[in-house]
């Protein structure tokens, strides 16, 4: 998995584009500039654009070509971001420190789910919040992007039962029109959450 994403990440191409995930830009623009953290952030276009805003950005990413793209489209942009390369089901980001987490189309195996999620809520202050977008199970039946296994895409449930501890703010599933890149373009079946911490 990771030397897939390490080539895939290693042309001179940024996969997904170089602006940021709509969703997540609608929800960072309403808040307060903070501490971030972004699981499994890529090339970097999310993380520079909080650090744009003015956000202390920690991302977190198995992939080196990805850290390598991310840094450089910071430095284009006169921002900062500390990049770290770990696998995000290994990596144990520091308790209650953060005011927000991303989660933008992270796919784990279901057996991983649940650990990711407890994380991330782990990683949160109260008050902190998770803004998260994802492929749902029937994205298969799209061309748009995303896993081509069951497994990896995720249901209402899993979301619901993983984030249970924060109050929801915003939770649905949606068909959107993709336009992130060459690898996530067209009509898409995804779950996009808001939730706050206690």
Known sequence: MKENWDKKFSSDEFVYGITPNEFLKSEIEKLPAGNLISFGEGEGRNAVF????GWEVDAVDFSISGKTKAEQLALQNNVSINYIVDDVLNFQPKKNHYDLAALIFLHVPDES??????????????GGKVILEVFEKSQLKYSSGGPKHLDLLYSLEDIATGFVELSFLSFLKEIIFLNEGAHHSG???VIRFVGEKS
Do not use: R
């Open 113 to 126: 789910k649940i650990k990711l999620f407890e994380n991330i809520v782990g990683c949160l202050k109260p």
């Open 187 to 189: 009509e898409a079946s």
């Open 50 to 53: 909080a650090a744009k805003l």
